[in-house]
């Protein structure tokens, strides 16, 4: 079960930055709280490029996912962050890629992200 501070960080905006391990070096992409949805176990988030990530995850799919807004209270004062530690693949079929569309017309496919683990950073 993720923390209610976890899930107010997300339904407030921010960056969200995904990183996997690239070949020769840590590939990452950004995207925005907004666009993420947020399920108990699991992220879901649209795709428009991320063509290197995707190769990337089909050899490796762990990703470390870092995510934070300005207006949480955090640990030492306003501002909260996260990590996130989880498996991820891209899809691009089925009921839960058809709703990302439907929400996000320019999604090619979307991210889905298996969460492992979480803590506060900040």
Do not use: C
Request: charged letters at 20%; zero cysteines; a negative charge.
């Amino acid at each position: 079960m993720l923390s209610e501070k976890l899930k107010l960080v997300f339904q407030n905006e921010g960056v969200v930055t995904i990183i996997a391990q690239g070949k020769d070096f840590p590939h990452a992409v950004n995207t925005w709280n907004s666009y993420v949805e947020l399920k108990d176990d699991y992220l879901i988030i649209p795709v428009a490029g991320m063509n290197t990530m995707e190769a990337i995850l089909n050899n490796n799919n762990k990703v470390l996912v870092t995510v934070g807004s300005p207006d949480v209270e955090g640990l030492h004062g306003i501002g909260a962050g996260f990590n996130i530690n989880g498996v991820a693949n891209i899809q691009s079929d089925g009921d839960e890629y058809a709703d990302v569309k439907n929400k996000f017309a320019w999604a090619r496919a979307m991210m889905k992200i298996d969460i492992n683990d979480y803590y506060q950073t900040t």
